[in-house]
Nanobody, 128 residues
Framework: QLQLVESGGGLVQPGGSLRLSCAAS????????IGWFRHAPGKERDGVSC????????YYTDSVKGRFTISRDNAKNTVYLQMNSLKPEDTAVYYC?????????????????????WGQGTQVTVSS
């Protein structure tokens, strides 16, 4: 059974860092693109970053460019989201998700309807 488990969330002060992990089981990540999405109170769930399975290309939404870095370790079947210079507006529940995708990453593929498998989410709170 395909399963994704997020970890690494928590409470951090503005300007701080967190690294989220998305561990996959029941399938190999080799043929799946992975996306990180977040859901803040009163807002829709939005794509934050995605990474392709084919060439390792990445996509970031504008608000996190230069601060967040997505990476994958296929040997560990895990994808990471390094989050630096965190801001209060980054506060949300962060979800990872998987989709079959063998093309480069981009804005068009980093959208919720394309992703069929989701983790349970991890809370990130940025506050002083």
């Amino acid at each position: 059974q395909l399963q994704l488990v997020e970890s690494g969330g928590g409470l951090v002060q503005p300007g701080g860092s967190l690294r989220l992990s998305c561990a996959a089981s029941g399938f190999t990540l080799d043929y799946y693109a992975i996306g990180w999405f977040r859901h803040a109170p009163g807002k829709e769930r939005d794509g934050v970053s995605c990474i392709s399975s084919s060439d390792g290309s990445t996509y970031y939404t504008d608000s996190v460019k230069g601060r967040f870095t997505i990476s994958r370790d296929n040997a560990k079947n895990t994808v990471y989201l390094q989050m630096n210079s965190l801001k209060p507006e980054d506060t949300a529940v962060y979800y990872c998700a998987a989709r079959r995708w063998r093309y480069p990453a981009g804005q068009a593929m980093c959208v919720m309807p394309g992703f069929g498998s989701w983790g349970q989410g991890t809370q990130v709170t940025v506050s002083s």
